[in-house]
Nanobody, 115 residues
């Protein structure tokens, strides 16, 4: 079992920044890829960014150049630095990892970007 706890969401003006944190605990010895997803009202959950254990990262096109995913393996933590935020970034952001066959999600943290 893996537990994921997100923090760092909030209300910010357009153009502002937020840093999300996801702390993992439990059976974390085999955690590989960690990811951030988001879900806006009335929309499907989408992958925002993912990072491998050695730091290789991928991003959805809409956040490239604005968001940065990183991880600290010693602290079992993954971060999402979000800059130049836009109203369309408003969503609940979820931390995710997979230990086949199990998929783990955090409880989510709300990010609201005011125009």
């Amino acid at each position: 079992q893996v537990q994921l706890v997100e923090s760092g969401g909030g209300l910010v003006q357009a153009g502002g920044s937020l840093r999300l944190t996801c702390a993992a605990s439990g059976s974390i010895f085999s955690i590989g890829v960690m990811a951030w997803y988001r879900q806006a009202p009335g929309k499907q959950r989408e992958l925002v960014a993912a990072i491998g254990r050695v730091g290789s990262a991928n991003y959805v096109d809409s956040v490239k150049g604005r968001f940065t995913i990183s991880r600290d393996n010693a602290k079992n933590t993954v971060y999402l630095q979000m800059n130049s935020l836009k109203p369309e970034d408003t969503a609940v952001y979820y931390c995710n990892t997979v230990q086949t066959p199990y998929v783990y999600w955090g409880q989510g943290t709300q990010v609201t970007v005011a125009s």
